[in-house]
Structures are given as structure tokens and as C-alpha cells.
């Protein structure tokens, strides 16, 4: 198969990471879409809610799009918590994938990533045997020209191959920050994500604050 490997805080999910995650999969000829929701260890960002809640939330997202089936008739979305079950310091992009790799011997993998990631992507943990190891598919981001970053990167140039680019139709500008702004604020983010996670936001009271 070919799998494809959404990594994100989804702090909370969003449809615009459902509708990615489908467009990805069908531009692309993806046979699934792994979900990989980050660990709270992570040093470059910080949580606003504990990581029981982001994941109790990205399975209800994914329960309304039990549907959507792959070519083997297989759920097309899955959950993985390897980041989340992780020790300190095995939380990089690498080991995660290695340990997906391992996990699917026989399978195709594809780390999906916005444009924006490519900058610094040279200085992320093992970046040379993640980038020589394996494929991404890259969204465009507005002001992140991906063949420019690319081609900008040493790393990344000598590496071109491993880059699968998406140019349009992929941004639908909804983000977790403006949903837990609109939370903090009493605002109404209702259509931005789906009814279960809401209402288990305001059962739970999350987003009530600012973490850190």
C-alpha cells in the first residue's frame, strides 16, 4: 500500500485536516492516512490541552469519516500514538517513521508536510537519514514556494526526488489557533470542526485559557 503519514498537534483537529488528509489521499493514489498526533514532550511547541484530549478528539473526527474506505475496502484514516507513547528524545520525525516503516515492512511511505516545514528542515533530528530515507509529499503554503525552499537547501536539492508537490487546491485556512480563539472569546466556531469534538470542548472546558 501506499501510506501516507499526517503528522500535527491537532490541538484540535480541524475539517481542514480531514479535507487534507482526503485530498492528499486522492491526488496522490494513497491507500491510507495515518494520523500522527505530536508528543506534549516536544520542546519547539507547547500544548494547550493534555494529550488524552487531543486524542479522544481526533477519534471522534475520525468516526465521522468511518466511511471512507481505501481500494481493499479498509478504513482510508487511522490513528498511530507512537509520538504520544514515546520516551523523551525518540519523539523526532525519524524515529517516528522508522518505527512506522517497521510496522509496515512491505508498504510505501509518505510524510505529508506543508512548505512551510521545509525551512530548517535541515536541522531537525537525524535530517539527513530522514531525507535520504524517505518521501514526503509537500502542500504549498502561501509565501513557502516549495521548488524555491527546496532548491535553496543543499540537503534538500540533492534529495529532490523524495519531494511530491502539491501545488493548489489544498489550503482551506481554517486553524486550530482561530478555534480556540473563537473558544476563548465566546465566539461560535460551530462548521470549523466537527459537533462531537465542540461539544466535548465544552463539556471539558478546554481552551477556557492560555497554556504557557
Known sequence: MRIGIYGSSFDPITYSHLF????????????????????????????QTDDKHRLRMLQMALETSIHK???FDQPLFEISTVEMDALPGET???????????????DELFFIMGSDLLMGMSNWGNAEKLVTQFQFIVMSREGYPSADL?????????????????SKGINMGISSTYIRDEIRKGGDPSFLLPDACLQYIYEQGIYAEVVG
Open 20 to 47: 487534507t488528509a482526503a485530498t492528499v489521499a486522492r491526488r496522490k493514489r494513497l491507500d491510507k492516512v495515518i494520523f500522527v498526533p505530536c508528543s506534549s514532550l516536544r520542546h519547539d511547541k507547547k500544548m
Open 69 to 71: 474506505k481505501n481500494r
Open 92 to 106: 523526532y520525525t525519524y524515529d517516528t517513521m522508522i518505527h512506522l516503516r517497521k510496522k509496515h515492512p512491505n
Open 150 to 166: 527546496i532548491a535553496e537547501d543543499p540537503l534538500l536539492r540533492n534529495n529532490d526526488e523524495h519531494f511530491l508537490i502539491m
